[in-house]
């Protein structure tokens, strides 16, 4: 199995440009979840989704930000317009429920600088 | 609010020595803790989590809530331990997960 996926797994963009990143988590997996790591941090959540829902969206940028998960599988997170300061790896992950007991998984990240 | 504190940056330790990687949280419910491994062009993945109390790879960590910590320990190091470590945080009904800084840690052989 893959695993989650995302793409792309690189990227670079210049400032105020748009940019959009795709998740594809694990089959069956209802939880969500969308971190920033910045250089040398580790892992901070800025969104998770139960099946479509996004349950809890209280760290993420909502003036530039934005993401879906349509269907309750599939994700897409958008920055618009980036800027200088979103340079960073953009991690998904899926776990089975939404309990902390629940193991996430992790995508291998898209590394996104802004220019 | 909820912290994870990971004091080192790096740690460096020679192949067969003990190794420690520090972890502190603030955090005023009942926490869960977890360590959280990334080894060189991997993905991040789950190592060990307090409530299993459960050995990994050697690997052991004790949660003391009069100390809040939960520092990583094992015994003898081996060069495929050569990783990031991440400690993190959640909760019983609370589903935000707070992560450390990471501790690099390099086992030299």
């Known amino acids: 199995e893959a695993g989650v996926v995302q793409s792309p797994r690189y990227k670079i963009i210049e400032k105020k440009q748009p940019v959009a990143f795709w998740c594809n988590p694990i089959s069956g997996h209802n939880t969500l979840y969308w971190y920033r790591q910045n250089l040398g941090q580790g892992p901070e959540l800025l969104i998770r989704?139960?099946?479509?829902?996004?349950?809890?969206d209280s760290q993420l940028p909502k003036d530039r930000f934005s993401a879906e998960r349509l269907k309750g599988v599939d994700s897409t997170l958008k920055i618009q317009p980036a800027e200088l300061g979103d340079s960073a790896v953009y991690l998904c992950?899926?776990?089975?429920?939404?309990?902390?007991?629940?193991?996430?998984?992790f995508g291998p990240g898209t590394r996104l600088t802004v220019l | 609010a909820q912290r994870v504190t990971q004091p080192e940056k790096l740690l460096s330790v020679f192949k067969g020595a003990p190794v420690e990687l520090k972890c502190n949280y603030s955090y005023s419910g009942s926490p869960e803790l977890f360590w959280y491994v990334q080894y060189s062009r991997q993905r991040l993945q789950l190592l060990l989590r307090h409530i299993s109390r459960e050995s990994i790879k050697g690997f052991t960590a004790d949660l003391n809530k009069g100390e809040t910590s939960f520092h990583l320990k094992k015994p003898f190091a081996q060069e495929e331990d050569s990783a990031m470590y991440y400690c993190a945080l959640s909760g019983y009904n609370f589903n935000k997960f707070y992560f450390g800084s990471g501790t690099k840690l390099n086992v030299k052989p």
């Open positions: 989704y139960e099946n479509e829902e996004a349950v809890d």
């Open positions: 992950a899926s776990s089975l429920g939404d309990s902390s007991y629940n193991e996430q998984f």
